[in-house]
């Protein structure tokens, strides 16, 4: 009996470390990259988004990059009002790209800000108003599974192909990110935004 419960627990020790290995890579698309016509940054991939851009720059998948820009919300419309500058995170990003040596940097205008399906609204039009035939859109590591599925859908009937790259530079480590705080609650989220997305769009192809 002693031999059995000794056994089961080496067995649940070493099954533990693949299963949330397995989890972890559940948030995860790094697709293989090709010369394109833009590189499109998500505003949650901050500058982790603005390196992985900057240096595709480099290897010479595109000289230009389009950032999103995101609308004003309430607490930005009050420092407003209250005479203080309103900055959002995109501006942050056409910053950091600037100083990485990007100079080809444009703008995409987005409804909803801040969040992977405001910014599938804004792609599908802007691609076609500018006759776009690939793309490479790049995303926080935790995000770019779902990134995938919602650039799926929204680009479906578009002649634009958009491959999905994440940033290299991300804190989310899909291979050890039980092992700290900020590890943990990327995954929690990440799996319920990924669930709820599977869950309200299950055919999504």
Not at 59 to 79: C, Y
Not at 164 to 175: E, G, L, Q
Request: hydrophobic share 45%; charged share 25%; aromatic share 6%.
């Amino acid at each position: 009996m002693v031999a059995l419960t000794a056994f089961a627990i080496v067995a649940v020790r070493s099954l533990r470390e693949p299963v949330l290995r397995a989890a972890g890579w559940a948030l995860v698309v790094n697709e293989p990259v090709a010369s394109a016509d833009i590189i499109i940054i998500s505003l949650d991939s901050g500058g982790v988004g603005a390196l992985e851009a900057a240096d595709l720059v480099q290897s010479g998948i595109s000289k230009r990059v389009a950032v999103f820009m995101d609308p004003p919300s309430l607490e930005d419309h009050e420092f407003i009002r209250r005479g203080l500058p309103y900055e959002n995170a995109g501006a942050d990003q056409i910053r950091q790209l600037r100083s990485l040596g990007v100079t080809d940097v444009v703008r995409i205008s987005t409804i909803e800000g801040g969040s992977t399906e405001g910014e599938g609204q804004a792609l599908p039009p802007w691609c076609d108003e500018h006759q776009l035939q690939s793309v490479v859109f790049v995303a926080d590591k935790d995000h770019s599974r779902r990134a995938r599925r919602v650039l799926d859908r929204v680009m479906k009937g578009h002649s634009t192909r958009v491959t999905v790259r994440s940033a290299r530079y991300s804190n989310f480590d899909p291979d050890r990110w039980w092992e700290t705080r900020r590890g943990v609650g990327a995954e929690i989220v990440g799996l319920q935004k990924l669930l709820l997305d599977v869950v309200l769009h299950p055919m999504s192809f």
